[in-house]
């Protein structure tokens, strides 16, 4: 089994508070992580989808208390958002007896939700650990490794599928997991059918302009009930909307943002690509290769860095921008899903735009080298573990 990083973050998180929400979307691998954690410290885990967990805390006073010495884990929280407000009382109860950090560790499967219920009760209380699929810096280093994860994303049951068959299968199966059960926990009234067709319809459009309007009229619904709908995938982790940068220099900036599955064997599994061979002839193939690096590099990036994109009227155009903490520092990154590392003119007048303090080429080789005065061909790995030392620096 692939070690997380992200175990040291979650470990560390619970040392500084009492309570931590380790958010990311479902079947990522939260649980399994978050059982190694509480193996290893005698935790109560709490299956709050299980009936018989969430009736243990149809008082959750009484019952917590008994165990306000060891750590509590309460899976899939979002099925008892009641639950913050009583968990605020049990630690400034505990803080009262000396008890201030690690009470409890919350999963959760959907960021603003999560973060909106948690926010509102437990301010000054919980932190925060994202967690994603497998990234780049977690597969090992084999030749081989970075394709699969391309093919068949990060997520754990996929990546360590025995083969790439069963390793779609299982992608569909965590499609219409979501569909027919994650979706209708939030809320939402959404058939089933239609919101496949509207995340078919955006694994299409991977790396494009959101057009919500041009989305509405292919399936038959306002402009503002799909918009609604992007934004529950957006908020269940499964689809990233990328801001344009916002820049005051004179230019005519395009406004729309950018759309992307964000785990690439979704997006596959989504326009039925399953292997190698299917994927290198279609359409979707550079595409589906930037939206790998984007995820792949936002994985690590410091937290608080602000991701864009840039582009103007007249083609000037950098696929991602990092602006660090602070806004101290501004990174340009051209993506390529080819072995030539050669970006085109509309990167190097989107540079002079901008000035980024550095400007990087991605692509699918591995040598690193200069492709121009001020700009360095880098390979993913590569680039994922500059990103990731710069983060540790300062955590």
């Known amino acids: ?41 005698d935790a109560l885990y709490l299956d709050l989808e299980d009936i018989d967990d969430r009736h243990k805390l149809s008082d959750p006073n009484m019952f917590l208390e008994q165990f306000e010495d060891r750590l509590v884990i309460l899976d899939e929280i979002h099925r008892v958002p009641e639950l913050f407000q009583s ?10 007896k000396g008890k201030r950090t690690g009470r409890f560790l919350i999963l959760g499967s959907a960021s603003i939700d999560l973060l909106r219920q948690s926010g509102e009760s437990l301010a000054g209380r919980i932190g925060y650990v994202d967690m994603q699929p497998f990234d780049v810096t977690e597969i090992g280093a084999e030749a081989d490794a970075l394709n699969k994860l391309w093919i068949q994303g990060g997520f754990p049951d996929s990546f360590l599928a025995r083969d790439e068959k069963s390793s779609f299968a299982l992608r569909r199966d965590l499609i219409r997991t979501y569909l027919e059960r994650d979706v209708p926990q939030f809320g939402l009234r959404i058939p089933a059918e239609t919101l ?13 302009m959101l057009n919500a309007s041009r989305l509405a009229s292919g399936l038959s619904l306002s402009a503002p009930t799909v918009t609604k709908y992007v934004d529950l995938l957006v908020d269940l982790l499964l689809v990233r909307r990328l801001r344009p940068l916002h820049a005051n220099i004179g230019k005519r900036l395009v406004k729309a943002p950018k759309v992307y599955v964000r785990d690439s064997g979704l997006l596959h599994a989504l326009l039925g690509i399953v292997d190698y061979n299917s994927l290198a002839g279609h359409p979707v193939a550079g595409a589906s290769w930037e939206g790998l690096v984007i995820e792949n590099l936002l994985s690590v990036v410091p937290s608080g860095t602000l991701p864009s994109y840039y582009r103007t009227s007249a083609g000037a155009e950098i696929d991602l921008v990092l602006e660090f903490p602070g806004l101290t520092e501004k990174w340009a990154i051209e993506i390529k899903s080819g072995r030539s590392a050669k970006p085109k003119k509309g990167f190097y007048n989107a540079v002079k735009d901008i000035q980024p303090d550095k400007s990087f080429v991605v692509y699918a080789g591995e040598e690193r080298y200069q492709v121009a005065e001020g700009v360095e061909a880098i390979s993913v790995s590569e680039m994922a573990r500059m990103l990731l030392e710069k983060s540790e620096v300062n955590r």
């Open 1 to 41: 089994m692939i070690e997380r990083r992200i175990k040291q973050q979650i470990i560390d998180a619970l040392d500084r508070q009492a309570a931590v929400a380790l958010i990311g979307p479902h079947q990522a691998g939260k649980t399994t992580l978050a059982q190694e954690i509480g193996d290893n410290s």
């Open 87 to 96: 968990l605020r009382g049990i630690i400034d109860s505990g803080r009262r």
């Open 196 to 208: 496949e067709r509207l995340w078919t319809m955006l694994a299409h459009c991977q790396g494009t």
